[in-house]
């Protein structure tokens, strides 16, 4: 079983001169570790938008919220640690769906396949709910369980501080606390207060409960390469 994630920045238009490319740089280097690590393809269109697949659907949400993560602790331009309590310059929304893929285009936003179709009639659709991360599985009643636990997790998640998605962004990534704050330069401390703020624990839980329901859909375990 594999996910499509589908995201476009909110807002692009009114970011300040340089930040959209500033921004879109950062994506492509995290779309090229997603893909050494996963396989799949990540691109952009528009300018401002993207879509990509991987083969690990349980890791599809820990991955949305990373990219969430790494565009809000994008800087328009570079600050001070005393100021990184401001709010994020940039946001992203996304939508994920999970199903089969049979095969992969050149260009994911080319494929015709149902699943990458779904991903992006999703994410057409957030804007008038004003929803920024939400996921489809195929299955109903997950579905309905999900929508319920990434609305909360929103809440969250939309209040992150530039600080907040930077220690998020990590943790995500594998960093131990320690490791985060010799990478920030700050004490740990500091790293532990980040991590409340954000929402961490909540954050894991979610993301731990989303892993549990992929394992119980048909058809998972299948690997697509």
């Not at 594999?2 to 959209?20: E, W």
């Not at 090229?32 to 300018?47: D, I, K, T």
């Not at 624990?201 to 048909?218: F, G």
């Amino acid at each position: 079983m594999q996910a499509v994630i589908t995201g476009d920045l909110i807002s692009s238009s009114k970011y300040p001169k340089g930040f959209l490319e500033k921004i879109s740089s950062e994506l492509k280097k995290e779309f090229q570790e997603l893909e050494n690590h996963y396989g799949g393809n990540f691109s952009f269109w528009r300018g401002d938008s993207f879509q990509g697949s991987i083969g690990q659907a349980e890791d599809a949400l820990g991955l949305t919220l990373r990219l969430k993560a790494l565009v809000n602790k994008i800087e328009a331009t570079p600050s001070s640690r005393k100021v990184k309590s401001q709010a994020p310059t940039a946001d992203v929304r996304i939508a994920v769906a999970l199903g089969e893929v049979m095969s992969i285009a050149a260009e994911p936003a080319e494929s015709n396949e149902e699943i990458f179709i779904r991903s992006g009639k999703t994410l057409d659709s957030m804007q008038s709910a004003k929803r920024t991360i939400v996921l489809r599985s195929g299955n109903a009643s997950v579905d309905r369980e999900l929508d319920v636990e990434l609305t909360l997790l929103e809440f969250l998640t939309d209040r992150w501080s530039v600080a907040s998605a930077e220690v998020v962004y990590f943790k995500l990534k594998g960093f131990s606390d320690q490791e985060i704050a010799a990478k920030l330069d700050v004490s740990l401390p500091a790293v532990y207060k980040r991590k409340k703020i954000a929402g961490w624990n909540a954050c894991e839980l979610v993301i731990k409960r989303y892993e549990e329901l992929v394992n119980q859909l048909p058809g998972y375990g299948v690997r697509y390469e």
